[in-house]
């Protein structure tokens, strides 16, 4: 874009990308606020306004107008299952940020007609049902009649999956079909399954029904990661932490995003985790891949960061909150070989505990390794989730060197929450501000896609309001952050928790060039309009990733969707919704504006003799007699 003013020259530092023009939020307490920025060879070299930035400004040098909007470092998922996204993501209709079950139902009816015999329609994560107007699930009986041919499971967070006819049949599901050990496959009183499958607590029967639908291969996996890493993008995020999961076998998961780094072709940073898939055998798997691989292995696009979320499978304690929190069995025996295995051999770990109950015992484990000089020795891990931590944990969880990362998962589920453990624990769930209160590092995250949407200003929208996506307020202002906080939570405590902090999450000479120009100030929109900010430029090391509105078609062209019948092809991912509008007194407000505004440039016309010196007289025939 020509900018006035920014001539290119000669330079023995050129830079690669400048934008200008822009409300530059760097993140950086020693210069907070800039208005123009350049980036060279992915670093930034230059923040400042336009005469900083000017002597860098070659004939090469692409500059562009931020036309005055809101500019942001990079944002930084800490918990996000970008891999196991990426590989599924042009199969799954999405109804993030869909309003109503009805329109819901319609999309899916739609797609069914477009998918091929043999093949799923399955909606993953993402949604609940109280961001619906109906306030419910579909029925079976509604999933039959919008598809009674194609097999159509719909998850519905980490509590419930509904299955219509055709999905029973392609899973195998049958009367003579055990329940699962978690899990329950609901019946009639035929004895036949009606198509509810409940995690009561575990997820694992939602996970292991899933994998029975058919997967991509070969080159449409990648061309499915990359769609997603755009899609990403599209939200202002830069990077991202995954943490791994069931379902996600090293290497063999790992290989496209592998492949895709050492092509040049990921827009989006990846610090990953390794998570032990089969019960019995973490230990071995752990010890194998320390001798494979260590942890900082990579570069700034692609990076092992550490073993987890889960160690070891007896640990880990489901979030359904439909249901009683999970009594687990013995587990510390074998949770502690894999601890010391990981901290001898200086690798950190990430652990999903949802609640206090489990976070005391983990600890406890911890604290033992501590006496034998173990805790703190200098390797990164953290706690996920931590709803219902204590107090007393968080000062045990400092004493030992660790850190936080929490997600918007009530956003979803709050209102199960309260109805389970009443408005006072939801209050606190988890303790933000405790966190943060006792000086520990803590990330921020959304846990999508099988559970939140991976919209991160949805994430961004609870820390500040602490309201659900029903609009229910679980948080109340003891418990919340303000945006600046919230801000740095997606960003520099992003970066530390993957040791970082010295090469991103701010903006400033020296860090990498991630930033995302926004539709909207994110500092000064009502808070009702978070949700619904966008990036409309966003640039990872200095290339642009993604690009809308004025600035559309400067960003890198993707191959198209594959299978043509995707339904992100056809509906995208995320829906989109408009804000809420201009209240009545701000709308008058602009009205009257632009009448003054009218009226000067009446007065400036006059005063060239470009219009009459009187002021000119309103005509309205209805008024005239």
């Known amino acids: 874009m020509p900018v006035g003013g920014l001539v290119p020259s000669a330079t023995d530092n050129p830079a690669d990308l400048v934008v200008r023009n822009a409300k530059i939020h760097t993140g950086d307490p020693g210069r907070p606020k800039a208005e123009s920025i350049a980036v060279r060879d992915g670093v930034v070299i230059v923040v400042g306004d336009d005469k900083d930035v000017a002597p860098h400004v070659g004939p090469a040098t ?71 107007a109906e306030r419910r699930l579909p029925t079976v009986a509604e999933l039959n009649a919008a598809a009674p041919d194609t097999p159509v499971f719909v998850l519905h967070l980490y509590q419930s999956a509904v299955l219509n006819r055709a999905a029973l049949k392609a899973a195998g599901y049958t009367r003579d ?132 979320e889960n160690l070891t499978w007896a640990a880990a304690d489901f979030e359904n909150f439909n249901q009683p929190r999970p009594q687990l069995a013995a587990y510390e025996s074998e949770f502690e070989k894999a601890v010391r295995l990981l901290m001898e051999n200086g690798w950190g770990f990430r652990l999903h505990a949802t609640y206090d109950e489990t976070i ?36 045990r969880i400092a004493a030992l060197g660790g850190a936080m990362s929490v997600q918007n998962r009530l956003s979803f589920q709050g209102e199960a929450f309260v109805s389970r453990y009443g408005p006072g624990a939801a209050a606190d769930a988890p303790p933000v501000r405790a966190m943060l209160e006792r000086g ?58 993957t040791g970082e902090e010295g090469l991103k999450g701010v ?43 004025e600035y559309e078609g400067l960003d890198e062209q993707l191959p198209p969707v594959s299978p043509r019948w995707s339904p992100v092809a056809h509906f995208g991912g995320y829906q989109a919704t408009p804000g809420t509008g201009l209240s009545g007194s701000r709308q008058a407000e ?19 003799g470009l219009a009459p010196e009187t002021e000119s007289t309103f005509f309205d025939p209805c008024f005239s007699l």
């Open 590 to 608: 602009l009205l009257g504006q632009a009448a003054a505004e009218s009226e000067q440039h009446r007065q400036w016309r006059a005063r060239r």
């Open 177 to 308: 079909t055990p329940d699962p050990k978690g899990g329950q496959i609901v019946r009639g009183r035929d004895g036949e399954p009606t198509g509810m499958l409940l995690a009561a607590p575990s997820a694992l029967i939602l996970y292991s029904t899933l994998a029975k639908a058919p997967v991509l291969e070969g080159e449409d996996r990648k061309t499915s990661t990359r769609h997603f890493l755009r899609e990403l993008n599209r939200f202002g995020l830069t990077s991202a932490i995954d943490a791994a999961g069931g379902f996600q076998n090293f290497p063999d998961n790992y290989s496209t995003v592998v492949e895709l780094a050492k092509a040049g072709q990921l827009s989006l940073r990846i610090a990953y985790h390794l998570f032990p898939q089969t019960a019995g055998q973490e230990i071995e798997d752990l010890a194998r891949w320390i001798e494979m691989a260590r942890p900082e292995d990579g570069d700034e696009w692609l990076r092992l960061n550490g073993a987890g």
């Open 360 to 395: 005391r015992r983990d600890l406890a484990v911890f604290e033992k390794l501590s006496a034998e000089g173990l805790f703190p020795a200098g390797n990164r891990w953290l706690f996920d989730h931590a709803e219902t931590v204590s107090a007393d944990s968080l000062d």
């Open 440 to 497: 520990l590092t803590v990330g921020a995250g959304t846990d999508a896609t099988r559970v939140s949407t991976y919209n991160p200003w949805i994430a961004l929208h609870w820390l500040v309001t602490g309201r659900t996506v029903s609009d229910l307020v679980v948080r109340p202002p003891h418990n919340r952050v303000d945006r600046q906080a919230a801000l740095a939570m997606f960003t520099e405590a992003g970066a530390s928790l």
């Open 507 to 549: 903006l400033r000479p020296g860090f990498l060039g991630d930033f995302a120009v926004l539709s909207e100030d994110y500092f000064a929109v009502p808070e009702p309009e978070i949700p619904h900010i966008e990036s409309l430029l966003t640039v990872v090391g200095g290339r642009i990733v993604y690009a809308a509105a």
């Open 62 to 132: 692409k500059v562009v107008d931020a036309l005055g909007r809101r500019m942001i470092p990079g944002l930084n998922d800490s918990h996000l299952h970008v891999i196991r996204g990426g590989l599924n993501y042009v199969l799954e209709l999405r109804w993030d940020g869909v309003r109503t079950l009805r329109q819901g139902l319609a999309m899916l009816r739609e797609q069914a007609a477009r998918t091929p015999k043999g093949q799923w329609v399955r909606v993953v994560g993402g949604w609940s049902a109280e961001q619906f």
